[in-house]
């Protein structure tokens, strides 16, 4: 069993983390400045602001991962690479591994590239996958003493188009994963599980890696 702390678990992708991980018997925390309507059960909801860390007290203590799963959204548009940012001086030289959820913009099209992004990529999603991008760099500027890992998701990922839990999914290492007819999709609670088997599995590690099916 592992102690994993989710940061934004009351929100779309950290929500279906903390469900993962409680159902496979980790001991689970989720962070969120609000109280959640539905509380996971059988996780620990704490409320707090991650732009001061330091008022959640030991939240983090003795935590074998951290995700991340806020978003560049309303009041946090420009909030999350500062918070990615302390994250990173929190954990680095300690045994924490840090995950961080990132945006399908950062995933490669191809081996060797471009990204989504640089291509005929949606203006209103162009900011929120720059925020996955620049992410990704700040993780790769890290020395050796982090252990991190970026997920993407696939292109259609969403409360919109939540799907159901197979327990299947693809690992496309750098490569955004598409179906037989180029379409990208992953569920919520796929993706979650992804997530949780790169947690007990280490496969990826200080590097990303997408998911679809
Ligand atoms: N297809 C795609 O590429 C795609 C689609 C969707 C999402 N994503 C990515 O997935 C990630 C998560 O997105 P999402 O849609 O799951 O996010 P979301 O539903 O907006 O959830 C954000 C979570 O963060 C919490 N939060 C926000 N600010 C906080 C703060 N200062 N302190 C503590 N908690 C805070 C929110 O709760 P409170 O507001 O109560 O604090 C909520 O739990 C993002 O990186 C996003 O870009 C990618």
Do not use: C
Request: aromatic fraction near 6%.
């Amino acid at each position: 069993m592992s102690r994993i702390v989710v940061i934004g678990g009351t929100g779309y992708a950290g929500r279906h983390i903390v469900q993962e991980a409680v159902n496979r018997g980790h001991e689970v925390v989720s962070v969120s400045r609000s109280v959640p309507s539905d509380p996971v059960q059988g996780a620990t909801d704490v409320r707090g602001n991650v732009r001061d860390l330091a008022s959640l007290g030991d939240v983090f203590d003795g935590a074998d991962a951290v995700v991340s799963a806020l978003s560049p959204r309303g009041d946090m548009e420009d909030a999350v690479l500062g918070v990615l940012t302390e994250l990173i001086a929190t954990f680095r030289g300690t045994p924490t591994r840090l995950g961080v959820v990132g945006g399908a913009g950062g995933s490669l099209v191809a081996p060797g590239g471009p990204r989504l992004i640089d291509g005929d990529f949606p203006e209103e999603y162009k900011h929120e996958a720059q925020v996955g991008v620049d992410s990704l760099a700040l993780l790769q500027e890290t020395d050796g003493s982090l252990d991190w890992f970026l997920v993407h998701p696939a292109e259609v990922f969403g409360p919109w188009a939540e799907g159901e839990r197979t327990g299947a999914y693809r690992d496309g290492g750098d490569v955004i994963v598409r179906d037989s007819e180029g379409n990208s999709f992953i569920s919520g609670a796929d993706f979650a599980v992804a997530v949780v088997d790169e947690i007990e599995q280490g496969n990826h590690h200080r590097e990303r890696f997408t998911v679809g099916y």
